[in-house]
């Protein structure tokens, strides 16, 4: 019941260019979207979220996109730095819901 | 900065045994999770917890498994007879409201069930 989506499980990108990560999602419940970020040996850091009653939301270099028509979400992170290179997780709760259903990442390398 | 903290952070146990893990939330916060990462596997909820009790818990979250909170600051994820499928890194997370606004993830225990 993979309910979260992240199809790309690498992405690799110059330092100073923008990467993009994508998100897909299959309930339509879903109102509330988090992007996490996670080192090695290091639990998931919250990074950036979305209501679903926005389509966009930006907090410095990042920046969520949400399409709900197509159940698609994107991080932007621009411009990229070695230091952004992590596991990005894409995560989504149903309103009023205690819990939060986790992609399966997708693994960031920024090249210097 | 205040941080969620687990402890130990890597619990090797044999198959039938009981563990206990450990996690100091932030002491703010209200609301308490646990997850787990199988090796290679996306995050899975287990359990919420809130005002003493279990708010929500998934499938994973069988007999098998219990939360305590048994004092103001220590919340504990007992797994009562490990099988060797609970090998997983396991986050301790906690909120200060509902909905999972910016929960605070711990470091992670990794349980080995040997």
């Known amino acids: 019941d993979q309910q979260v989506k992240q199809n790309s499980p690498s992405l690799s990108v110059q330092e100073g260019r923008i990467s993009i990560l994508n998100c897909d999602y299959t309930?339509?419940?879903?109102?509330?979207f988090l992007w996490y970020k996670k080192y090695p040996a290091e639990g998931p850091t919250f990074l950036i979220s979305i209501s679903s009653i926005k389509d966009k939301n930006e907090d410095g270099r990042f920046t969520v996109f949400l399409n709900k028509s197509a159940k698609h979400l994107s991080l932007h992170i621009v411009p990229s730095q070695p230091g952004d290179s992590a596991v990005y997780f894409c995560a989504a709760s149903e309103a009023g819901a205690n819990n939060l259903f986790f992609g399966t990442g997708t693994r960031l390398t920024v090249i210097p | 900065e205040p941080e969620v903290t687990q402890t130990p952070s890597h619990q090797v146990t044999q198959m039938g045994q009981e563990v206990i893990l450990r996690c100091v939330p932030i002491s703010n916060h209200l609301y308490f999770y646990w997850y787990r990462q199988i090796l290679g596997q996306k995050v899975e909820f287990l359990v919420s917890f809130y005002n003493n009790e279990i708010s929500e818990k998934s499938e994973i979250f069988d007999d098998q498994f219990s939360v305590e909170r048994p004092d103001g600051s220590n919340f504990t994820l007992k797994i009562r007879s490990t099988k060797l499928e609970d090998s997983a890194m396991y986050f301790c997370a906690s909120s200060q409201d509902r909905g999972l606004t910016e929960a605070f993830f711990g470091q992670g225990t990794r349980l080995t069930v040997v």
């Open positions: 309930n339509s419940m879903f109102d509330y």
